[in-house]
């Protein structure tokens, strides 16, 4: 591992539909070090860590890792700490999305690239930054009402768990469920909270619209598996579990255990290890000087009981196994643009 950590400074390419110009590289790009700040340690964040964490590896990179803990001022320090640190590029899941434009932007003065990945960055971000790795979160929200429509027959109540407000996974998620339920008149909302992607929240929230609504409930959207997880314990308390549809997105084990047993719905399927990993890669090929896409956007895989299996034995049969066949499969990706395939 080099000793010092000293780099060009980069024309930074501002985000656009395609593939961003290849940057220069750097002098110790052989060994590259990479800041990466996460939101929280979510089921999901843990376990895209462990992808992360294999492609550096497989690339001879230093990983610095860091969780904000849902706390914005606590990203910031962070973020401050790489760009100290002259770090060779920074990978970052914001807490906020409206959040480190000015961190951002002193980054790319300072020379090094920040990649943008699991949720975006506000727009006006967007010249500073050199790619996006993450998700369609608009259209797994539409899915996840979708199904609830369908399940339901177009008439009945729902309730909905959101994400952390103004982290645009819960904006995206929370647009797609509404775009389609505003097609449905006959489902009614009867309450709408932020969860913040934690299955102890779910857990109590549900309780309270369980004491509160009861009967009144047809159908729990969660805008991710870990609050949907967390409902469907309520659930259970009540003997209501696999009577009252749940739908959720990210398809961690746990989400996947729920759709095989019919307490959960329907999922859509974030892989964590890939997507993170994909992040990272994109990271360290930029500082190597290869090109890197300036969005690499996942269509997640919808997970309903009649092919959860294939996914859960991909991911969970031998995960091991899987997570040493990634950084071959990220960057196969990588190349044919097909950025989800699994």
């Known amino acids: 591992m080099p000793s010092k950590f000293l780099k060009h400074l980069l024309a930074g390419a501002a985000l656009s539909f395609g593939i961003a110009g290849a940057a ?14 996460v939101y929280d340690m979510s089921s999901f964040i843990s376990l895209g860590k462990r992808g992360v964490e294999k492609v550096a590896e497989a690339n001879h990179a230093t990983l610095l890792w860091n969780s904000a803990g849902m706390d914005v001022n606590a990203q910031i320090s962070q973020f401050q700490q790489f760009i100290n640190r002259k770090v060779d590029a920074i990978v970052v899941a914001p807490v906020n999305s409206a959040t480190l434009t000015p961190q951002i932007k002193a980054a790319k003065e ?16 967007t010249p500073y ?7 369609d979160d608009v259209m797994a929200g539409a899915n996840e009402a979708k199904h609830m429509v369908a399940v339901l027959g177009g008439k009945g109540n729902v309730v909905v768990l959101q994400g952390p407000l103004g982290q645009s996974g819960e904006i995206d998620r929370t647009k797609g469920i509404k775009q389609v339920l505003a097609q449905n008149p006959g489902v009614t909302v009867l309450a709408i909270q932020p969860g913040n992607w934690a299955r102890n929240q779910a857990y ?29 314990q309520a659930l259970k ?3 209501l ?13 746990d989400g996947m255990r729920a759709v095989r047993d019919g307490t959960e719905l329907e999922s859509n399927l974030q892989d964590g290890p890939l997507e993170l990993g994909m992040a990272e890669q994109v990271a360290i090929n930029h500082v190597q000087g290869k090109p890197v896409p300036a969005t690499a956007m996942f269509i997640m895989p919808e997970l309903t009981k009649d092919n959860v299996d294939h996914y859960y034995t991909q991911m969970y049969g031998d995960f091991n196994g899987f997570l040493n066949t990634l950084p071959a499969l990220i960057n196969a990706n990588l190349a044919s643009g ?5």
């Open 241 to 253: 579990a696999g009577k009252i549809p749940v739908t959720g997105t990210d398809g961690i084990k």
């Open 24 to 37: 220069p590289a750097f002098a110790d790009s052989a060994h590259p070090v990479i800041g990466f700040t």
């Open 129 to 135: 930054l050199t790619s996006y790795v993450g998700p």
């Open 204 to 232: 109590s929230i549900t309780q309270d619209w369980l004491s509160r609504y009861g009967s009144k409930i047809d159908g729990i959207i969660a805008e991710n598996d870990d609050m949907a997880i967390g409902a469907i």
């Open 237 to 239: 308390e009540k003997g």
């Open 338 to 342: 097909n950025y989800g395939n699994q």
């Open 110 to 125: 300072a020379g090094i690239a920040v990649i943008v990945t699991n949720l975006t960055a506000s727009p006006d971000a």
